[in-house]
Nanobody, 124 residues
């Protein structure tokens, strides 16, 4: 069982920045593909960003490309999502996810474990 704990959410004005963190309990973090998703009220959970086992395999949703940056530190069992130029439409609960099997690439779905989520609210 892999546990994921997100932090770093909060209230920010449009144009501001937040950095989300996700720390995992797994011993084999370096072998996990990691992803960030979000779910706004009344909407489906949607992919935001993902990173493979190394920083060389990264993908973003079109809506956040150029504004959000995903990164990881395998020594700290942690993945981050740096969010810049935030917009009110970025308001959602953000979830971290881990995929424990598969290739070295990044994934837009098929994750095995999820965190509890952290709220991000962007005001205009």
């Amino acid at each position: 069982q892999v546990q994921l704990v997100e932090s770093g959410g909060g209230l920010v004005q449009a144009g501001g920045s937040l950095r989300l963190s996700c720390t995992t309990s797994g011993r084999s973090f370096s072998t996990y593909a990691m992803g960030w998703f979000r779910q706004a009220p009344g909407k489906e959970r949607e992919f935001q960003a993902a990173i493979g086992r190394s920083d060389g395999n990264i993908g973003y949703a079109d809506s956040v490309k150029g504004r959000f940056t995903i990164s990881r530190d395998n020594a700290k069992n942690t993945v981050w999502l740096q969010m810049n130029s935030l917009k009110p439409e970025d308001t959602a609960v953000y979830y971290c996810a881990a995929k424990v099997s598969g290739s070295s690439g990044y994934y837009r779905g098929g994750y095995d474990y999820w965190g509890q989520g952290t709220q991000v609210t962007v005001t205009s």
